[in-house]
């Protein structure tokens, strides 16, 4: 299933219900029971195999986001570079809402309706963020997370399928939306559930694993394990960050075991970043990031618990 060329564009109704036909076309004539699952503000989520047996899900979300004149960079383990750059962009974003509300204020002697115009404009900002035109490139995010889940499902041997669900979800780009409801009416068998959710995987050659707090606690041993197994192919390598401070905002944390996947590149004085999505330039999914973490998941759940 070629997602990157049929669907590059998911944020529709019309593109997200003709690319869940196709998934679901796709994920029956692998085997899996596929199910659709609806959340709130329209939301699909879509499910391959028995949730509520499964040891494990293996998830990304794909809906695509709107196109920003700025990127989503996230610096993972440099917190200060990242507040500040959000800081930053929201700073800037705020500066025309002082022009119109100062403009507005001269020009009527109305206070009330300078304030008025301010909190419009950040309201209607708010929204082209959120629902305005579709960015037309998202091969990274998160094309590169559903190819991934695909191709894992697709490679996974017959006898692991009864461990595992596959989730893709819906409304991640609005505010974690689909994994939200998920959650919500899969909270008794998802709480024990280990999450490993891909986004962003395709765009770097560091893919870092990024379990949370509880899970790190949980099972130290099962992380060591997971250490052991990481590959390093060429200049390309998998890393669980299993200490320290490690932010990457997405769907695994709506679980109190959820694992973070991304990839990122590396710069000096920087360190790992994200850059390029939610941006005409987010062009890149590596076919060989898929490939390693596809096989690498695969030996996770190998694994087992």
């Known amino acids: ?95 025309p809402a002082f022009i119109l509300s100062f403009l507005v204020g001269r020009a ?57 669900c596959f989730v893709l979800f819906d409304l991640e780009e609005a505010g974690l939306i689909g994994s939200m409801s998920y959650h919500s009416k899969h909270k008794k068998v998802a709480d024990g559930q280990i999450v490993l959710n891909a986004d962003c995987v395709g765009d770097g050659d560091e893919v870092l694993l990024i379990p949370s707090k509880k899970l790190r606690k949980k099972h130290p041993a099962l992380l060591e394990d997971w250490k052991a197994m990481c590959p390093q192919t060429g200049e390309k390598a998998i890393a669980i960050q299993d200490k320290g401070i490690c932010f990457f905002p997405s769907d695994q944390g709506n679980f109190p075991l959820g694992v973070g996947i991304a990839a990122f590149r590396r710069k000096k004085g920087l360190g790992l970043y994200c850059a390029r999505i939610h941006t005409p330039k987010d062009t890149v999914c590596e076919e060989n990031n898929v490939i390693l973490i596809r096989d690498f998941l695969i030996r996770i759940l190998e694994k087992g618990k």
């Open 108 to 164: 009527t002697e109305n206070g009330g309706l300078a304030m008025l115009t301010a909190y419009g404009y950040l309201i209607l900002l708010l929204w082209l963020m959120m629902a305005g035109p579709a960015n037309k490139t998202n091969a990274n995010d998160n094309t590169s997370g559903v190819i991934t889940v695909l191709e894992t499902m697709a490679a996974l041997p017959q006898e692991l399928r009864d461990k595992v």
């Open 1 to 95: 299933m070629d997602v990157l060329r049929e669907f590059p564009v998911r944020k529709s109704k019309k593109q997200k219900q003709a690319f869940r036909a196709a998934v679901r076309s796709y994920g029956e004539r692998l085997g899996y029971l596929v199910t659709e699952e609806k959340a709130p503000f329209g939301a699909r989520n879509v499910l391959f195999g028995d949730p509520d047996k499964a040891d494990f899900l293996v998830t990304a979300h794909y809906d695509t986001p709107a196109r920003l004149p700025f990127p989503n960079f996230i610096t993972p383990q440099n917190m200060v570079v990242y507040l500040v750059y959000q800081i930053g962009i929201s700073l800037l974003l705020c500066v």
